[in-house]
């Protein structure tokens, strides 16, 4: 069984991340697809997630955040009345729009945000200059749906993690995933004095006071997952970047 299912957007962005996955996708997948409804191929992956019995749907991106695509509302509405496996649906967002968009944000089931740092400087550094740090705490006060947090790690927010994490705490979010690069060979000294209470898909879980923190890494993990890319190409590899060298997922 596939562990989830990513509808994938691309098109013009709100933040200019340097280690942006989407950039290294073949051009042709990874057209804009924001206006476009419902997204080319969606049939297919239906009829995929429906006899896979795949029980969760991600709204992510390639090269955009997904809630600028401007049909979220009638995307989300389509496939509750389509796919019959109970699938949740979730949404993996930068939380840029979080706030301005929140009565959609909460049409979801649950949402992870990208967010590298508190600090102005570095989340510059990460996310592209002259860009502000989503208020996360105004966000969580205002959801009404579970919110997980997602921290990429590189050279400029390392070694802020132990007080990244304690701000975490502090706002009351309850699971954050620290994510390493995809090809990532370096070694980060994170949560060294603190030992797993179990593995997920190969990735160690820590409990810090009750604070679930998985430290992810996209290389050595063993999920699953069906791909919608903006295209209409859909493959079967957790891999994105893996897309030029997958066969398409084959109508059953």
Known sequence: MMDFA??????PCNRRCPFCIGQQLPLAVRQDNLDR???????ALIEAVNRLGVRQIVFTGTTTDPQLYRHECRLLELLRSQVTTGASYSLHSNGVLAIKKIEVFNQYDKACLSLPSFESTTYQRMMGANTQVP?????????RIP???SC??????ASE??????RCQRLGVERVVLRRLLGETRHWEVLEDHH??????????YDLAGMEVTFWSFDETRSTSLNLFPDGTLTGDYHLTRVGETSTVAAG
Request: glycine share 8%; hydrophobic share 40%; aromatic share 10%.
């Open 135 to 143: 208020d996360l705490e105004k966000i969580l006060e205002r959801s």
């Open 196 to 205: 797993p209470v179990r593995f997920y898909r190969g990735n160690p879980v």
């Open 161 to 166: 993690i132990d007080s990244f994490l304690a």
């Open 6 to 11: 990513n509808i994938l957007f691309g098109g």
């Open 37 to 43: 409804f419902p997204p080319t191929n969606l049939g």
């Open 152 to 157: 990429l790690i590189n050279e400029h927010n």
């Open 147 to 149: 919110v997980k947090i």
